[in-house]
């Protein structure tokens, strides 16, 4: 199977910065798509960006131009460096990895983080 550890998360003031960190291990083949979404208080789980294999990227609108995401494909990490925060981008922030593995079967698996809270203070 394929394990998520994610990281970054914490409480700051509207306008600072954090950086979240998400590591994939496990019996991996490849990685397609390494992705963050946060589920807001009171509102649904919502793709916040989304970095694909040969590096194409999908942000929303909300974060775009704030939000960068990145990948470390030898380390099977995504990060999400986020500036200019808003405290509505407080909310748990969940890693999604869409993945490939081999072992014990030949399979194409989409896994969840448990999340890193942010909280963004006015």
């Known amino acids: 199977q394929v394990q998520l550890v994610e990281s970054g998360g914490g409480l700051v003031q509207a306008g600072g910065s954090l950086r979240l960190s998400c590591v994939a291990s496990g019996n991996i083949f490849s990685i397609n798509v390494m992705g963050w979404y946060r589920q807001t208080p009171g509102k649904q789980r919502e793709l916040v960006a989304r970095?694909?294999?040969?590096?194409?990227?999908n942000y929303a609108d909300s974060v775009n131009g704030r939000f960068t995401i990145s990948r470390d494909a030898a380390k099977n990490t995504v990060y999400l460096q986020m500036n200019s925060l808003k405290p509505e981008d407080t909310g748990a922030y969940y890693c999604?990895?869409?993945?490939?593995?081999?072992?014990?079967?030949?399979?194409?698996?989409?896994?969840w983080g448990q999340g890193t809270l942010v909280n963004v203070s006015s």
């Open positions: 970095i694909h294999k040969e590096g194409n990227t």
């Open positions: 999604k990895v869409e993945a490939f593995v081999v072992r014990p079967s030949a399979k194409y698996l989409e896994v």
